[in-house]
């Protein structure tokens, strides 16, 4: 099973901000078979990008991934309102055995 | 416009059962595979089981194999998770999602509680 880490566990910063969410496998995900999620409270989660940098439909272009193998990155260039919420990102290169993050929060400053 | 809505969830004691629904509308249900995810309280997300097209291939997280089963009715639109041998760490809010490997479109959730 492969183990995503998510770090920070908390992200304190203020609307206009760049944030950058990590995320990073216990043995490399193949094909680059890592998608990104952002759930707010009390919600489902929304895909925000899958391929590790393929933007899902409807999505801002102020959300970005990138990375390879191992490690990963969610990049939001700046942060609106509305960002501030739990982010997960999930491995299916080693499907069966799909897995996510223990998640990153990104909170207001 | 793609809706997915769970129903099924409720308070049961260790070791009972429980069956969830999933109702699939807005796209052909068949073409797809289907997967369940789980959360518990205040929790991460995890991967549960997932099912292809015709149900000829299932797969689980290993905490619930041979206690959890996945089913389909594509003549109904429906998804299904028969749920025995409950414990306390399966309660979670169980949401059903379209396709196998990462999730576009997700249900609401429905709420299952395993507690005496």
């Known amino acids: 099973e492969i183990v995503l880490t998510q770090s920070p566990g908390t992200l304190s910063l203020s609307p206009g901000e760049r944030a950058t969410l990590s995320c990073r496998a216990s043995q490399s995900v193949s094909s680059n078979s890592l998608a990104w999620y952002q759930q707010k409270p009390g919600q489902a989660p929304r895909l925000l990008i899958y391929g590790a940098s393929s933007g899902a439909t409807g999505i801002p272009d102020r959300f970005s991934g990138s990375g390879s193998g191992t490690d990963f990155t969610l990049t939001i260039s700046r942060l609106e309102p509305e960002d501030f919420a739990v982010y997960y990102c999930?491995?299916?290169?080693?499907?069966?055995?799909?897995?996510f993050g223990g998640g990153t929060k990104v909170e207001i400053k | 416009e793609v809706q997915l809505v769970e129903s099924g969830g409720g308070l049961v004691q260790p070791g009972g059962s429980l069956r969830l629904s999933c109702e699939a509308s807005g796209f052909t249900f068949s073409s797809y595979w289907m997967s369940w995810v789980r959360q518990a309280p205040g929790k991460g997300l995890e991967w549960v089981a997932n099912i292809k097209q015709d149900g000829s291939q299932k797969y689980y997280v290993d905490s619930v194999k041979g206690r959890f089963t996945i089913s389909r009715d594509n003549a109904k639109n429906s998804l299904y998770l028969q749920m025995n041998s409950l414990r306390a760490e399966d309660t979670a809010v169980y949401y059903c999602?379209?396709?196998?490997?990462?999730?576009?479109?997700w249900g609401q959730g429905t709420l299952v509680t395993v507690s005496s």
């Open positions: 999930q491995q299916y290169g080693s499907s069966p055995g799909l897995t």
């Open positions: 999602a379209r396709s196998a490997w990462y999730w576009g479109y």
